[in-house]
């Protein structure tokens, strides 16, 4: 498994949740890791993307900048997605995935399996 996603939940509105994502050295090495999420319904859409080891660049989708902060662990492969102020219309199963970013958050080729943030009171 190359990205392997975790820390989905039930949450009140206002409150925070910590997303982990596992990934492969391999990937670690050569690829920028993000965040994608799907609502019911809806298209899935990038969240965030943090670019490889050598820059630590980051990028957010408007609807969650200033709320949801990406990163990656010192000492591990892992790569985070603290949601702070989760709202109800972030409920979605939210995917680690190789991103890039422009305009928008891309997937690169990469998906891990979702794990899913309900967002209710």
Known sequence: VQLQASGGGLVQPGGSLRLSCLVSD????YYSIGWFRQAPGKEREGVACITSRTAAGTFYADAVKG????SRGRASN???????????????VYYCATCAYGDKVYNTG????GTRVTVSS
């Open 78 to 92: 892992t790569v985070y997605l603290q949601m702070n102020n989760l709202k109800p219309e972030d409920t979605a």
């Open 67 to 70: 709320r949801f902060t990406i």
């Open 110 to 113: 990469y998906w891990g399996r």
């Open 26 to 29: 391999f990937l670690l090495s």
